[in-house]
């Protein structure tokens, strides 16, 4: 029963320390995933094109995955924290420009929009400016409100899937072999 005990205890702790992995193919920055937003998990992917391209038409604030500016914020805060960093697969925080969809080494801009009011679109933007946003190599985020068909060299669009909770089934799945284990008793 103890060894069950401690497997159980083991289990739980390393379902609860996640990192966020990069996914990174020839030094660029494409994605990231188990990026961890207010106590819920996200793969995020960089993506370049237009808002109509990644977002289901951009027409509806419902096309979006974040829906207010808090939780947008949340996001982009946890790009800031998780995923645009420096480290042994590149320097994603000091060459923001390695990040697919931007290719100005002098500019990039991580864009998550939350909702549309025709015709401008309300994003947050996790960005580098050499002029605008301070010093060079250094992401920080504001929130704007644009025309909806943002596309250039400086933006790229990071386009959040929610992941589905695998702790309620490793719970579930956990208890169950519990009581057949106390059955046994």
């Excluded at 790229?156 to 490793?170: C, D, K, N, R």
């Amino acid at each position: 029963m103890r060894k069950l005990v401690l497997a159980v205890g083991l289990v739980l702790m390393a379902s609860g320390a996640q990192a966020a992995t990069l996914n990174v193919v020839g030094g660029q920055l494409m994605g990231a995933s188990g990026v961890l937003v207010d106590g819920s998990l996200y793969d995020v992917q960089f993506l370049d094109g237009t808002c109509i391209e990644r977002y289901s038409g951009c027409d509806d604030t419902s096309d979006f995955t974040f829906q207010t500016e808090a939780s947008a914020t949340l996001s982009s805060q946890a790009l800031l924290d998780q995923v645009c960093l420096d480290g042994p697969l590149g320097n994603f925080d000091s060459e923001p420009h390695k990040t697919n969809g931007c290719s100005s080494p002098a500019e990039c801009h991580a864009l998550t929009p939350y909702r549309f009011v025709f015709p401008l679109l309300s994003l947050i933007n996790v960005g580098n400016s050499t002029d605008a946003l301070g010093p060079p190599g250094n992401w920080v985020w504001g929130s704007y409100d644009d025309v909806y068909d943002t596309s250039s060299v400086y933006f790229t669009y990071a386009v959040w899937s929610p992941i589905p909770e695998p702790s309620t089934a490793l719970l579930l799945g956990l208890g169950l072999v519990g009581m057949a284990a106390r059955r046994r008793v």
